[in-house]
């Protein structure tokens, strides 16, 4: 008669572990697609932000040998690739463009971080909106991934 409450608390446990893994481990993977100047790829990490507006956090670091401009000048093209090909709209997600200042040119160790959130609204036609730009700290990023990146 007591093993039922038991079996119960632990099986409540196990799927609350299980969940919790799956909450922190998130999509990491790199992602490539066509632009007009070439193909273009970027390192993909995608987290849950623990915030009710914006359910995901996105992390894009461009790879260094990226033909063309920087993969912002393609966000609201590289947001909805990655919104697609991850099953979220984009409006739902807040993403952050992380730079490593001084990576291109081949800088010693100890680079500055820039780290870009941006943020989608979509208008009126449906089409995603033009991103809303900020300068974010290693610390709000942190916040918004649960762990130091």
């Given amino acids: 008669m007591h093993r039922l409450p038991l079996f119960l608390f ?4 196990a799927a609350l ?6 909450a922190q481990s998130g999509i990491d993977e790199v ?22 507006r914006r359910l ?12 063309g401009g920087p993969v912002t000048d393609e966000a609201r093209y590289v947001a909805e690739t990655i919104g697609r090909t991850f099953g979220f709209d984009p409006v739902d997600a807040f993403f952050v463009f992380r730079f490593e200042v001084g990576s291109a040119t081949g ?18 036609t449906g089409e995603l909106g033009a991103p809303s730009w900020r300068v974010i ?9 649960d762990r130091a990146l």
Avoid: P
């Fill in 107 to 124: 800088a010693s160790a100890g680079n500055k971080i820039l780290l870009l959130r941006v943020t989608f609204r979509r208008g009126a």
């Fill in 17 to 22: 572990a299980v969940m919790d893994a799956s």
């Fill in 31 to 52: 992602l490539t697609w066509r632009s007009y100047s070439a193909e273009r790829s970027a390192r993909v990490r995608v987290f849950d932000s623990g915030d009710s």
């Fill in 137 to 145: 700290s290693a610390e709000t990023l942190s916040d918004l991934t």
């Fill in 10 to 13: 632990v099986l409540l446990f």
């Fill in 56 to 67: 995901h956090t996105v992390v894009i670091e461009e790879a260094n040998d990226n033909a």
